[in-house]
């Protein structure tokens, strides 16, 4: 256990050494002090009479604003941000954590230490999932806590969301672990991740395209890739609900997305654990 | 106990490499014995399959059949490595560490227990000579640095045996010689240390026992002595020798040639040796010294090299 802790911590350090990582911790700051410090909020009555941004007053329009709904939307739009942006960073950041690992004069060494294969791809794996988390839970709990002291509003759905975004980068993370094994390639394992995005943006509405075919083996194809990619549209819409506070429909799509994660990861472990260095 | 701390037996193992899967053999049935305490050195040309060797022993790499063990386990058996130490060729360490973070995040993951990690490490980090520079990030580090540093993680966690692969790549003619000292410490303290190298004087002055790798195959293998042994050839000091006592010597059926006071002579016993000294005594002739001539490690290396090559 003590030598699985020092991988995920070294994995940690590696990361947190990066200036992707710092740029992510800066931005997250700079989120909280912009909400924190230049965002003024005057509610009455449970609803917003005032707001002023870096001390200039927005025009309301002469609406009645309800303050949770505000409040709400303010988490929905950080929570879709993150999403997006957070994903992305966060992909680019750590694509290179196998193929690091997998230089020559480097995983001698660290196979020939008294740890297992799978441990050592795990502990990395749950070394970038920390870094991860740590900065998505500073930004996160960070905003949430400073728009319940402003708005007196306790909603949990940005917090629900948070776990939704870490999850989803669990299952990305899993797919990179895999391609870096295979590939050994930083730059590939950030293309395939990417590609991933749109791939399943396209997938998600192939009903459109498969009027068009007249093969069914295609249809087959396409409904499969369907069923096996993650469904990243899908975990969005989930995500919004979460964040709205809204009930959300099916969790179907979220959990097929973790199990292809999970069958990434348990691939290459097996991959790793099999190669020879 | 077999009382050895390395043990292999008929160890093949073949690579598939590129899109045709060419097979390249790199261990061709090698049977190796270790001592326990031995200071073990193995040579051979590049590609001749030396570090393919440590890899299996260390468990990186799977042969394909024979069977090693080091002490006393199978390779590949995990907990074992925690008595084992490597410094590979080549070895990469996270640069964004200091000297000190390096030695203390491998002491982790060999298993030293927390308190002792900080001690340790430094007083490693002063034997290698690195204290004055255990603070610094790695990326300033030169190279014959980054090598003893290497060294330091190798022995971090005590180990039982050490496989070192090329050690003194890169270091200075210094830096050789206290890495040569650590390691004399290391051999006094019972630790089994197995060299890989190019560096022929280095192995010849640090190792027990040799064996010349090529092709996959051993060799040779033996003491350095052994090796280097080029039978009854003596060379006979005599000051200044008749060209006739020469020519009577030679024509009693033994090689001798003279040059600058010295006789250079190919005895088939140390009867007919002892003929020649008498009839160079005979002659008058005063015997300062007799020695028996020998090979570099490099002249013999590449006399047995070269021998292979020409084996039909």
Redesign the interface.
């Known amino acids: 256990m003590m030598k699985l802790l020092a991988v995920v911590d070294g994995t940690i350090r590696e990361s947190m050494a990066k200036f992707t990582f710092l740029a992510f911790a800066l931005m997250s700051t700079l989120m909280l002090l912009v909400v924190t410090f230049a965002v003024n909020l005057d509610v009455v009555d449970g609803a917003l009479a005032a707001a002023r941004l870096f001390g200039q007053d927005i025009h309301l329009g002469g609406q009645r604003i309800a303050i949770d709904e505000l409040v709400s939307g303010i988490q929905t739009g950080l929570a879709g941000f993150v999403f997006g942006v957070g994903l992305f960073l966060s992909i680019f950041a750590t694509a290179n954590l196998v193929p690091v690992m997998l230089e020559k004069g480097y995983v001698d060494l660290l196979l020939s230490k008294p740890l297992s294969r799978p441990a050592l791809f795990l502990g990395r794996y749950l070394g970038a999932l920390s870094v991860v988390g740590f900065n998505l839970l500073y930004l996160v709990v960070g905003v949430w806590v400073v728009l319940g002291v402003k708005t007196g509003i306790w909603k949990p759905g940005l917090l629900k969301a948070g776990g939704i975004i870490l999850l989803t980068y669990a299952i990305f993370l899993g797919f990179m672990m895999m391609v870096g094994v295979f590939t050994r390639s930083s730059s590939i394992t950030i293309m395939l991740s990417y590609f991933l995005f749109p791939l399943t943006l396209f997938l998600f509405f192939r009903d459109n395209l498969t009027v068009m075919l007249t093969h069914k083996w295609a249809i087959f194809i396409l409904d499969g890739l369907y069923w096996i990619l993650p469904k990243v549209h899908e975990i969005g819409m989930i995500l919004g609900s979460l964040a709205l506070g809204k009930p959300v429909g099916s969790l179907a799509p979220l959990l097929s997305s973790a199990l292809f994660g999970a069958g990434c990861l348990a691939l290459g472990t097996l991959y790793f654990t099999r190669k020879d260095y | 106990m077999s009382g050895f701390a390395i043990e292999i037996q008929d160890l093949h193992k073949t690579?598939r490499v590129g899109w045709h899967r060419i097979p390249i053999r790199a261990l061709d049935g090698i049977s190796l014995a270790v001592s326990q305490g031995e200071v073990f050195g193995l040579l051979g040309p590049n590609g001749a399959g030396k570090t393919t060797l440590v890899?299996v022993l260390?468990?990186?790499?799977?042969p394909q059949a024979g069977r090693a063990e080091v002490l006393g386990l199978p390779v590949g058996n995990?907990?074992?490595?925690?008595r084992?130490g490597?410094l590979?060729?080549?070895?990469?360490?996270?640069l964004?560490?200091t000297g000190e973070g390096v030695v203390r995040?491998?002491a982790?993951?060999?298993?030293v227990r927390g308190a002792q990690i900080g001690p340790r490490a430094r007083r490693l980090l002063e034997r290698v000579g690195l204290t004055r520079w255990s603070g610094v990030r790695l990326r300033k580090y030169s190279k014959g640095m980054v090598q003893r540093l290497g060294l330091a993680?190798a022995l971090i966690h005590e180990p039982e045996v050490l496989?070192l692969d090329e050690p003194t790549d890169g270091v200075d003619p210094v830096g050789r010689a206290e890495i040569r000292k650590i390691l004399q410490e290391e051999k006094q303290r019972g630790t089994t240390i197995f060299i890989n190298s190019h560096l022929l004087s280095e192995i010849e002055r640090t190792c027990d026992r040799v064996a010349i790798l090529s092709q996959g195959r051993i060799l040779r293998c033996g003491t350095v002595s052994d090796l280097t042994d080029r039978g009854l050839d003596y060379r006979v000091e005599a000051g200044t020798v008749a060209p006739a006592v020469v020519e009577a010597i030679r024509a009693n059926g033994t090689p001798v040639e003279a040059t600058n006071g010295c006789l250079h002579l190919r005895v088939p016993s140390l009867e007919r040796l002892n003929a020649c000294l008498d009839s160079l005594r005979s002659a008058g002739c005063l015997i300062r010294q007799v020695t028996p001539e020998r090979s570099t490690l490099e002249e013999s290396f590449i006399q047995i090299l070269g021998e292979e090559e020409t084996r039909p």
């Open positions: 690579f890899k260390l468990g990186i790499t799977r995990v907990p074992s490595r925690g084992m490597y590979p060729e080549g070895h990469r360490y996270p964004h560490l995040w491998f982790r993951l060999s298993g993680v496989f």
